[in-house]
């Protein structure tokens, strides 16, 4: 089992940056991919952002890219989701998940997830 913790969301202006943090307990976190995916109100859930378990390699949802960026530290079993020039169309629930093997856009390949940290983005 991993238990996820999201953190860091809140209320920002358009052009805001915020960054999220994703901690991670349990079974061994350096193990796992680390996805975000996001779900706004009325919508489907949506991916964000992936990286995979060392690092190395990172994917980026097309309506974010350019301005989001993805991190892990292992030490710290914490991922993050630096968000840049924030738009309204970015608020949304964000969500941290987790999967064995490598990185996926699919929210259905993920096995474990955290509560969710709310994101409003104020025009």
């Known amino acids: 089992q991993v238990q996820l913790v999201e953190s860091g969301g809140g209320l920002v202006q358009a052009g805001g940056s915020l960054r999220l943090s994703c901690a991670a307990s349990?079974?061994?976190?350096?193990?796992?991919?680390m996805g975000w995916f996001r779900q706004a109100v009325g919508k489907e859930r949506e991916f964000v952002a992936a990286?995979?378990?060392?690092?190395?390699?990172?994917d980026i949802g097309d309506s974010v890219k350019g301005r989001f960026t993805i991190s892990r530290d292992n030490a710290k079993n914490t991922v993050y989701l630096q968000m840049h020039s924030l738009k309204p169309e970015d608020t949304a629930v964000y969500y941290c998940?987790?999967?064995?093997?490598?990185?996926?856009?699919?929210?259905?390949?993920?096995?474990?997830w955290g509560q969710g940290t709310q994101v409003t983005v104020s025009s």
């Open positions: 998940a987790a999967k064995g093997w490598g990185m996926s856009w699919y929210d259905y390949e993920y096995d474990y």
């Open positions: 990286i995979s378990w060392s690092g190395t390699s990172t």
């Open positions: 349990g079974r061994t976190f350096s193990s796992y991919a």
